[in-house]
């Protein structure tokens, strides 16, 4: 069954830590001296002990973890591992500023889909369907299914890449991993899938340091951070939409908005489901960033990848001849991740749509639709991931396919954010207006770019 955030959780965090986290325009922060519950305001509590304010933080970092943390997460899965690794070894430090835009965009996208679904209490794709017509309707949805589709391939293609590194065939594990999600997710609640899928995310952990113990060049790093460098060749092009696609993935907002819903959480929650898309968001490009230059470090200027054990070199640092193991492991660990969150991403969309019973707490009597989609992706995913695939073209690949369809759905998302008459107060202001059109103008610009070059490709013509 739904249940609602522990409203002591909003007593755990302090007002400076919420307050530090910037609200959309037409929000009024809380008044100094004042900690916002979800019942409203309430006498600010006479500050607790160092040690226990430190536990209070640490329960309180539990709860606000959820969705808008899963959702960022589930970008660095698979393929998204194999897209920032090839944009180290192919680059070096030459995407870090162009990272740095991207999560900004991330950041106001999770921000703006986590905003709809507390405020409204529906999902993404409900709210297309009530606000636009059914051709749109269609339109949205057959996007997010035609990306999910090589995406979910992908995820398993990614636990059977992990396994073979080890000496497995990929034929014994794909299996077995493909019925393990399924009734992870069939048989069990939505707040302990979401937890589970939260520990597998400590996976991503090892990145960091081994960015470290890489010993990269530091100033070259802080230099591409904050100098724009951008090249106007077709391959960083290429792997710029790809970067694009796997960060900003169409399935995210759809995910984080309905998990909003399915968490029961209300307008009053919106503080503590904000700092979780917003921490989400920076914690999951930070991880990408340390991908990147823990791989340029390692491999730096080699060229695009050739294989998940070219990936592992850049765990070297960390784990010496073990580097393939540790990489393997947190292969499995992203690809399981997303493997659960991509289906279920579409199988929000599809049900909202269809304004049927769709919910993870549901068994599959009461929501067969979102239930039965589920099923069938997983079911195909697994199969298509047991053929004979070039699994990091396949990885890369289906990123730069999110990255095209991409500004279709942010287009959708911004249209909605904007509406007073759906959000009131709530809606964008002015400045976020602007800045979240520039973001979903970017993003549309590289796509467009990238879809007219390939185009000229074709005919010689680039």
Sequence with gaps: MNAHIDPIAADAVDSAALQATSAP???APAEPG???????????????SGRRRGLRRLAALAMIAGPGLVAANAGNDAAGIATYASAGSQFTYGTLFFMVLVTIALVMVQEMAVRLGAYTGKGLGALIREQFSLRLTALAVGCLLLANTGLVVSEFAGVGAAFELLGVPKWVVVPPAAALLWALVLFGSYRWAERIFLVMSLAFFAYPIAMILGHPHWGEVGKNLVVPHLQPSGDFILLAVALIGTTVS??????????VVDRGAKPEDYKLIRADAVLGAVFACIISLTIIVATASAIGGTGPLQSAAEAARALAPVAGPGAELLFAFGLLGASALAGAVVPLSASYAIGE????????????????????????????????????????QLLIGTQVLQGLISPIVLVYLLVLTNRRSLLGDAANSRRYRIAATTVVAGVALMSTVLLVQTVLGWFGLA
């Design 353 to 392: 749509a269809a304004g049927v019973e769709r919910s993870v707490s549901r068994r599959f009597r009461d929501a067969p639709l979102f239930l039965g989609v589920f099923t069938a992706q997983i079911a195909l995913g697994a199969v298509v991931a047991l053929t004979p695939v070039d699994v990091i």
């Design 25 to 27: 325009a037409g929000l």
């Design 34 to 48: 004042v900690t916002t519950g979800l019942s409203g305001p309430t006498a600010a509590p006479t500050p607790p």
């Design 250 to 259: 169409p399935y995210m907002q759809f995910y984080a908005a309905a998990g």
